[in-house]
């Protein structure tokens, strides 16, 4: 039974994701394809919105995993900070761009639904503003990384900025019931249960499957970029006679 | 105790102030926005007037993080920071000190300069009053929350930008409710009050969290 400390071993790490990736590919465009061919085909139009209800199943998903890519993250840092595991460091640093572009995902989508919904391509309600804020933080985070020349160091200021910033999540999450805003209220995770009609919440479920599966694939692949770079980097040094 | 930390307060504040120090172009970066906003915005006095509370926040918030790697770097590179550690005391109250007297050159100089620059937009004399009054309660806000950055990324040498751009989200907050106090003497009879006790509760806040947390974040930088 391989336990998360049999992965803090690079090689071992390296070695299992090498066969596991081409599944997780496959599922991810499995999901895609069924999860595109359910929300566009499928689905009933919303009778308020009409068609344009179809952007929901790209743009939810997203947003899920803009928040779920920081709590990975903010996991890896915990990671760094208090058992020190090798890889942790690894992952937030291998998150980061995964997450940032899944929440530009959903600011865009979200942008383009709310102009015919709305009226308006932005809005500054709580729950944009926090998103937006969230983005700000991604790509900060990712400007550290690449600011820094020394990983190891750069590593654990990160982890302790992604703690401190984890204080964004809930404040994403509740926004909309917190304050008066224009984005819809929470529809799906909620105490009474979801409120959107099960013909759309499957094809809902499916996409955001299919989307993890692609986050998961993602991340995965900038893992392992991010092992094979910091072994060149060791390689380098120790040519330069940097090192031992 | 109190002599050894008044000492590198006002060591602190004296070297900012002079030249090649950065405190007083920060005064002069606040200035620049002040006068560039108008280019943009258009002379129209009376919209000037309305938002000039957030223009002056805006201002100073920006001087105010950019001034910010100066902190600890200065003392880093020419190695008084390893003078200041053999002191024994304890590196919370430097870590206060510090930012007390970064305050002192960098914030102090914006809180006097805003009444005048906020004649430059013709803010009436009520809500000049009242922004100066939370400028100078919110601004050790800011000086404290940065201080925390500042100390987490003092060993990375690139200081400036960076720390501006991770440190701003924190510092919402305390904009929010800075401009949200000043404003509410301008539109309607909403209450001065309750705002402002948020600003300066997140002020008191500050100096307890950025001391400990700023010297934890040096203690990790610096090993």
Do not use: C
């Amino acid at each position: 039974m391989m336990a998360i400390s049999d992965l803090a071993n690079p090689t071992r790490f390296l070695g299992l994701t090498n066969r596991l990736l081409p599944f997780v590919w496959a599922a991810a465009l499995v999901g895609l394809g069924v999860g595109l061919y359910l929300s566009f085909f499928v689905a009933p139009p919303d009778y308020q919105q009409g068609e344009t209800v179809r952007i929901m199943f790209i743009h939810v998903p997203s947003a899920w995993l803009a928040m779920f890519g920081y709590v990975l993250m903010a996991g890896a840092a915990l990671g760094t900070l208090v058992w020190r595991h090798p890889l942790a460091d690894v992952a937030a640093k291998s998150i980061a761009p995964v997450g940032a572009a899944f929440t530009f995902l959903a600011l865009v989508t979200g942008s383009l639904w709310g102009k015919p919904m709305w009226g308006t391509y932005w809005v500054w309600d709580a729950r944009l503003t926090s998103v937006l804020v969230l983005f700000l933080m991604y790509l900060g985070l990712i400007a550290l990384w690449r600011a820094a020349d020394d990983p190891g160091r750069a590593s654990r200021v990160a982890a302790v900025l992604i703690l401190v910033g984890a204080v964004n999540l809930p404040i994403i999450k509740f926004s909309v019931d917190w304050w008066n805003t224009l984005h819809q209220p929470a529809s799906v995770l909620r105490i009474d249960g979801p409120t959107i009609d099960a013909s759309m919440l499957g094809p809902l479920f499916v996409m955001a499957l299919a989307l993890t599966l692609v986050f998961a694939a993602l991340s995965i692949m900038a893992m392992r970029n991010e092992i094979l770079r910091r072994r060149i980097r060791t390689l380098q040094l120790t040519a330069a006679g940097g090192l031992g | 105790m109190i002599g050894p930390l008044a000492t590198i307060a006002g060591q602190t504040a004296r070297l900012s102030l002079k030249s090649g120090g950065g405190a007083l172009v920060g005064l002069v970066f606040f200035l620049a926005v002040i006068t560039v906003v108008p280019f943009g915005l258009g002379p129209d006095l009376n919209l000037l007037s309305k938002i000039g509370p957030a223009i002056l926040w805006i201002g100073a918030l920006l001087a105010t993080l950019l001034g910010l790697d100066r902190l600890f770097q200065d003392d880093r590179d020419d190695g008084s920071f390893d003078l200041i550690f053999l002191t024994g005391l304890p590196l919370e109250l430097i870590v206060l000190a510090k930012a007390f007297g970064h305050w002192l050159a960098t914030g102090l100089p914006l809180v006097v300069a805003a009444p005048v620059l906020g004649l430059l937009l013709d803010i009436a004399p009520l809500p000049l009053g009242a922004v100066t009054l939370t400028l100078l309660v919110g601004t050790p806000a800011l000086t404290l929350i940065g201080t925390i950055g500042a100390a987490l990324m003092v060993g990375l040498g690139r200081g400036g930008l960076l720390i501006a751009v991770t440190v701003l989200p924190f510092t919402i907050p305390v904009l929010v409710f800075g401009v949200s106090a000043a404003a509410t003497t301008i539109i309607g009879p909403t209450p001065f009050l309750p705002p402002f006790l948020m600003l300066v509760a997140l002020t008191l806040v500050g100096a307890v969290v950025a001391p400990i947390a700023g010297a934890a974040a040096l203690r990790t930088s610096l090993e």
